[in-house]
């Protein structure tokens, strides 16, 4: 690998080279992205295992689609939006099949009377209250109906007859304020 490329430059030069048939260019770049894959998943994940697992699947689908891949854009991009597919992926199944995750605090009222509910330990939704009551009002109601209520963007959308698309922007402006004013 030369000296003057970054990691990702010298994958994407790799990966124009395998599309057209270096085979030597495809390998090192399998062995390359691995490691990198690896420790972008055992960051994000508490069982390494699955993180292997993902690994080795995130291989498969970059071997799969190597021919989709275009190769006078950056590669990391590309590579992962395979990586969050692929750890998506797991997580839904992983969580379809867990019997216990079906219990909520719903389940639960006396949950709900002792914590959600109880004024005394409700310091930080009075924050989060506060600081959403300085934003407009159009927001506010948008970031309550998804975030709050639970409502889809699409329906969100349809209520307040706006696109979905600004729906979900306005949704994750709302959330990156609250973030701020919350620091």
Do not use: C
């Amino acid at each position: 690998m030369k000296k003057s490329h970054s990691d990702s430059q010298q994958w994407q030069e790799w990966a124009g080279q395998a599309q057209n048939g270096d085979k030597r260019a495809y390998a090192d770049l399998l062995r390359a992205i691995h490691p990198y894959i690896q420790n972008v998943l055992y960051k994000s994940l508490s069982q390494n295992d699955a993180a292997q697992d993902i690994a080795q699947e995130v291989l498969m689908s970059v071997h799969k689609s190597l021919s989709t891949y275009q190769a006078d854009r950056p590669f990391k991009p590309w590579l992962m939006s395979i990586v969050n597919f692929r750890k998506m992926d797991y997580l839904r199944k992983y969580y379809s099949q867990r019997q216990d995750v079906t219990a909520t605090i719903d389940d639960n009222p006396e949950y709900i009377e002792s914590n959600v509910t109880n004024p005394t330990t409700g310091g930080e939704l009075k924050d989060v209250e506060d600081a959403l009551a300085t934003l407009p009002t159009q927001q506010q109601d948008i970031f309550r109906k998804i975030k709050v209520e639970g409502y889809t963007a699409k329906e969100v959308a349809n209520q307040m007859d706006m696109n979905e698309s600004a729906v979900k922007v306005s949704a994750h402006r709302t959330m990156k304020k609250l973030k701020g004013l919350l620091k």
